[in-house]
């Protein structure tokens, strides 16, 4: 496939994203490919190449299953198919966790290696350290509270946070905790509608809700999941606004029916050998 890569002047920063707190809601969607980044770019204000990608693309039973070389590959692909969206890469379990200098070295490689404009760690009063010297190294950093994906397997599976007391005042520590590091933003997941809605009007930086609150300063869905691509269980809180799946498989049933029948390709889909055509590309010749 010939790639135009999409041009604009104007790139969203992470400082804009700050600067949008109660404002319009903050759309943002994962991204993993240069052509999904393509599509949505011109209709998001932040794209994440979340390390959901080693489930969704890669087929791993959990996030676990990314690595530091695996972002920065999908990095690089996104920032090719976009031009105006702020794109922050995750950094993935075992890339942050041991100490700041190894968060700083994993945040400057992610952000040398593939030019987006930050980064995201899960984590909050115990991750404030890692947060704040990636600011200070001047990489801007997207916090991630609530149900962390990475620690699922210590957590004993996907749990909606806040349920109880203590778990709301943990929360709220954490959101406190990632605001004071110096995050631009921050996600929060799979927690009680009430606690993310008192959470967003505590802080001063954009809240970004999945599985939250709708008062969220803004909200992003895995995209697979959004345009129903998802082939297991989808999560209660994704609203599917397409059915890709049935798209996919009708079009595989089709073709497969026509190359069983011959009726593919047709005459339309050969080349002749006529000496006229013979300096054009295989895409340009009608
Ligand atoms: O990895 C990811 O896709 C994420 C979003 C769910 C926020 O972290």
């Known amino acids: 496939m010939a790639t135009k890569p999409p041009t604009t002047d104007i790139r969203i920063g992470a400082e804009l994203i700050r600067r949008r707190k109660g404002g319009i809601p903050l759309v943002c969607l994962t991204a993993y490919t240069y052509p999904v980044a393509r599509l949505l770019d011109p209709h998001v204000d932040l794209l994440l190449v979340g390390d959901s990608v080693a489930m ?28 105006r969206a702020c794109v922050v890469v995750d950094m993935p379990a075992g890339s942050y966790e041991e100490s700041a200098e190894q968060a700083v070295a994993s945040a400057l490689r992610i952000v040398d290696e593939t030019g987006c404009q930050g980064v995201k760690l899960e984590g909050g009063v115990d991750m404030a350290g890692q947060i704040a010297a990636i600011v200070a190294a001047g990489i801007p950093v997207m916090g991630h509270i609530g149900l962390l994906p990475q620690s699922v397997e210590r957590d004993g599976g996907y749990r909606i946070k806040g349920r ?38 505590s802080i001063a930086i954009p809240t970004i809700g999945i599985g939250a609150s709708g008062d969220c300063d803004g909200q992003i869905l895995v995209i697979d999941d959004m345009v129903g ?27 497969a029916a026509d190359v069983r029948d011959r009726t ?23």
């Not at 530091?68 to 690089?76: F, N, S, V």
């Not at 203590?166 to 406190?176: F, G, Q």
């Open 56 to 83: 969704v693309l890669h087929g791993h039973e959990t996030t676990l299953g990314a690595s530091l070389e695996m972002m920065i590959a999908h990095g690089q692909a996104v920032m090719r198919g976009s031009a």
């Open 164 to 201: 109880t007391d203590e778990t709301v005042a943990a929360l709220m520590a954490d959101a406190r905790a990632v605001e004071e590091a110096g995050a631009f933003c921050v996600v929060i997941e799979g927690t009680v509608e009430a606690v993310a809605a008192d959470i967003t009007r």
């Open 229 to 255: 691509l998802t082939v297991d269980r989808v999560p209660k809180f994704v609203k599917e606004y397409a059915d890709l799946r049935r798209v996919i498989a009708n079009a595989a049933e089709r073709y």
């Open 264 to 286: 593919f390709p047709a005459a339309a889909h050969v080349f002749s050998n006529s000496k006229a055509s013979s300096s054009k590309d295989v895409g340009d010749e009608a």
